[in-house]
């Protein structure tokens, strides 16, 4: 299956600065997926996001889900050393639940 | 406590041996997973399971057998045909969002 792709695959932030990544693909996706893995750990479910221009937020998390359904965004607002991990989002694949995840983007937070 | 569980954690297997990863949920999902993940990058879907006695193969199938005769486990073989099998494996479950297992790192020399 076609990966989605994410950007950037990195970013050093000082704590306190934000941070985005952002997923796209080229086919409209039915629904997009996050999800978090700590260093060592293993993924953990953020949330889904389901209509065109939808927007949730999570505490100093906010998901984005674009108006054509072609994109979405992570964002937090002032960095915590708990953010560390690589974030991925995935999308819906072929028919049920099968997903296809992103390639991540892998965030460092520095004191 | 529901959850996933893998075992063991590590692994460490000479080349041309078989090694089946172990996957086991309480959670009464019906399907479950099992995805490749190689340092630095993303999930790989190995073979998927929407029920039991049935299973699919996903994106990167070839070298790698699975069972699924009951519904809380869905274990996963290494074959020696498996040109690359160092890796960390994880499997899920999960009708909507997936729930992890901790993984098991497999290391083949």
């Known amino acids: ?111 | 406590d529901g959850g996933i569980t893998q075992s063991p954690k590590y692994l460490f297997r000479k080349e041309g041996q078989n090694v089946t990863l172990s996957c086991e949920q309480n959670l009464n999902h019906d399907a479950m997973y099992w995805y490749r993940q190689d340092p630095g990058q993303g999930l790989r879907l190995i073979y998927y399971s929407q029920i039991v006695n049935d299973f699919q193969k996903g994106d990167i199938a070839e070298g790698y057998s699975v069972s699924r005769e009951k519904k809380e486990s869905f274990p996963l073989t290494v074959t020696s045909a498996q040109k690359n099998p160092t890796a960390f494996y994880l499997c899920a479950s999960g009708q909507y969002e997936q729930y992890f297992g901790p993984g098991t790192r497999l290391t083949v020399t």
């Open chain 1, 1 to 111: 299956g076609q990966q989605v792709m994410q950007i950037p695959q990195y970013q050093h932030v000082q704590e306190g600065e934000d941070f985005t990544t952002y997923c796209n693909s080229s086919t409209t996706l039915s629904n997009i997926q996050w999800y978090k893995q700590r260093p060592g750990g293993h993924p953990v479910f953020l949330i889904q996001l389901v209509k065109s221009g939808e927007v949730k937020k999570q505490k100093r998390l906010t998901f984005q889900f674009g108006e054509a359904k072609k994109n979405s965004s992570l964002h937090i607002t002032a960095t915590q050393t708990t953010d560390v991990g690589t974030y991925f989002c995935a999308k819906v694949t072929g028919g049920g639940n099968k997903l296809t995840f992103g390639t991540g983007t892998q965030l460092k937070v520095e004191l």
